[in-house]
């Protein structure tokens, strides 16, 4: 695979790398239902992020749900299933812009990943980092970097060292690191996700013989 040949190149990247199984991006269709799913899974643990998307769900027997399904649904059933008001006003958001433009997975598939970010982004509740995810999860773009992912700024600040940088330095430095990934800076954000979430340490360096 090209990606692991090229992200090999950092060497301390490779130290992480090496603990994980290789791993293929995959494109998934209802790119509306992923974007709502991002939503909902803000600011929460997987795990009940997971519960609550199951919930969502079944309150859509027998079928994966439609935007007008989704933005027909009163706010206060939404509510009922464990989400804020905000959140809940956020999923109609993105079903009634869906719904308006008339947009289908083709039309986002054709646009590039910042115009993409910029178009996702004017819906009311749907920012940068949750376009980013859609990016790299849902439509399986190979070179997205979430600078402002707080578990790729954790792992980045422990991988190279960079502690002692305040918020501002660190996002530079960051960017500066990722270049080098280019194109494939999704599969380095997956592989430092994948490290933090394992907390499988890395292997001290040999001491010469």
Known sequence: ME???????DSRLKKIMVLQEPFQLVKKKGVYLHLCAS???????????AVIYARFL?????ATPTPQQIADTPLETLRAIGLS????????NVCIFFIQEKITDATLNK????ELISYLSQIKGVGQWTVEMILMFT????????VDDLGIQQSMQQLYKLQHLDKKELKMKMIQIAEKWRPYRTYACRYLWGWKDNK???PAPRQPA
């Open 58 to 62: 079944q309150l859509y027997p027998g």
């Open 200 to 202: 499988v340490p890395v």
């Open 111 to 114: 646009l590039s990943n910042g």
């Open 39 to 49: 939503i909902m899974s803000q600011q929460l643990s997987t795990k009940v992020a």
């Open 139 to 146: 439509l399986g773009r190979e070179d997205v970097f979430a």
């Open 3 to 9: 990606h692991l040949v090229q992200l090999s190149k």
């Open 85 to 92: 008001y905000a959140k809940a006003g956020y999923l109609h």
